[in-house]
Structure formats: structure tokens, C-alpha cells
């Protein structure tokens, strides 16, 4: 079954701590995207990626990094630097420029 | 980076009612989508417009892509309770997409 699979459903933090939120997809797009979505917001881009081994910041990218080892995968960490962490997390993907994107079904951060 | 202003921010409407929203943008965008997102999901892909003055639809949903490439409309026709959701616009521009504010939909039986 082809998508994007974002794991864990629901996360828990605690201060000071480093947390990585999975994506993966199987549809053999180029690009990736993380957002973070706040209640009554629309999406802020974190991080994106069009290829392998290349990203680039989004508007809020402070707390957060990346990785793009593998074409189908692009991990999210929040850093303990992110000092308000606590929201919804989109990751979402496209096949090539011009196409529209895909979303996974998201990670709720919450801190403990 | 940018967010479009999408309106309505909410509405409240009867079942078997059309509906209205749009998004604008001080910006010229090649592409407009429109998604819905259920409580707790991922946004769903509605519709897709990539030429300015375009006009599709999917089922009781029609979307344009204004001749200014700086609006998007969506409309819904005969309101069901699953249209319940909120609704967000979104434009491309190069390898990034901005996103409106969305729009917040209840339907009463």
C-alpha cells in the first residue's frame, strides 16, 4: 500500500531532551517537507528536502534538524534548543517540481 | 515566509447549503491546491489548478485559479455532515508551498 507513514502517532517530551519523528514514503517522490501546525494555523515550514544528502531550512527552522540518507526517508529531530515544542507535525512529500503534495497523518509532540 | 489570507475563517452552515471560501496572496503563484483536514490527520488533496482562469471539479467540489494568479475559490455544492473539516488553500511557488489559515467548516443537520 503506497503513502507516506509517519511515526510515532503521538509523542511525549521531556526537558532537555533530543526526539526524532519518522517519515517514510513509498511513493519514490524527490522532495520531502516537514511543517509544524499550531492550533487555528495554517503550516510553517520547518525543513525540505528535493534530494538525497541535501535540505534546505524552512521558516522555522531553529530547534530542529534533518536528515536525507535514503530517498524514501526524512527523519525530523527537535532538539531541546526548540523551546516551545508542543504541536502537530506534518511531513509531506511530492513526486517532481510542479506536482502537488502529499501529507502523512502526522505526529502530535507533546511535552511532559 | 508567506501565509495567504483565506476567508472565511469559520462557518456554520445548514446540510444541503453551498458553500464559499477564497484565499489571496500579495504573491503570483504557478500552482493552487486545496486540501481538507479531519481532526487529528494528515491534510487530504481536494484539487489541483495549474493554469490561471482554470476551473475543475471533483464531485460536489469546484475550485478556480484566478485570472490574476493571485486568488483561488473553492466551492462546495449541497453540503453533506462529512464535508465537516477545515479547509486550507495553499499556492507553489518554486519548490515551496505557503499555506492559508484555513477555513473551519460545520454543517448542521
Redesign the interface.
Known sequence: DGG?T?SPKYLFRKEGQNVTLSCEQNLNHD?M?WYRQDP??????IY?S?IVNDFQK??IAEGYSVSREKKESFPLTVTSAQKNPTA?Y?C?SRLH??Q???????T?LSIL | GQQLNQSPQSMFIQEGEDVSMNCTSSSIFNTWLWYKQDPGEGPVLLIALYKAGELTSNGRLTAQFGITRKDSFLNISASIPSDVGIYFCAGQAGNQFYFGTGTSLTVIP
Open positions: 507516506i509517519q522532495a517537507y487555528g494555523q495554517g503550516l510553517r515550514l525540505y528535493q524552512g521558516d502537530f506534518l509531506a517540481q510542479g502537488p503534495q502529499h501529507f502523512g497523518d502526522g502530535r
